[in-house]
Nanobody
Framework: QVQLVESGGGLVQAGGSLRLSCAAS????????MGWFRQAPGKEREFVAA????????YYADSVKGRFTISRDNAKNTVYLQMNSLKPEDTAVYYC????????????????WGQGTQVTVSS
């Protein structure tokens, strides 16, 4: 069982930056691939970024590539999402998620989810 708690959301102007954090419980964090997803009002939850067991294994949605960076600190049981050059269309509730071992991009492929943190980007 893994419990996830996101933080770091807020209101920012277009072009600004935010860093989201996701703290995980348990001693087996290093054996989970981690993902970030987002859901805007009236839209389906969508993939943003994922990181495998090793930090060099990452994958991004085309919409955030070059602007967002996912990273993990296994010593702190935490995964991060650094978001730069934010746009109004990035406004959504951001969720972190965990699944055993292998990096995946599908919402249904993740077993554990946090409660989400709101990110609002004003124009």
């Amino acid at each position: 069982q893994v419990q996830l708690v996101e933080s770091g959301g807020g209101l920012v102007q277009a072009g600004g930056s935010l860093r989201l954090s996701c703290a995980a419980s348990g001693r087996t964090f290093s054996s989970y691939a981690m993902g970030w997803f987002r859901q805007a009002p009236g839209k389906e939850r969508e993939f943003v970024a994922a990181i495998g067991l090793i930090s060099s294994s990452t994958y991004y949605a085309d919409s955030v590539k070059g602007r967002f960076t996912i990273s993990r600190d296994n010593a702190k049981n935490t995964v991060y999402l650094q978001m730069n050059s934010l746009k109004p269309e990035d406004t959504a509730v951001y969720y972190c998620a965990a699944r055993p071992r292998t990096l995946r991009v599908g919402v249904r492929e993740y077993d554990y989810w946090g409660q989400g943190t709101q990110v609002t980007v004003s124009s």
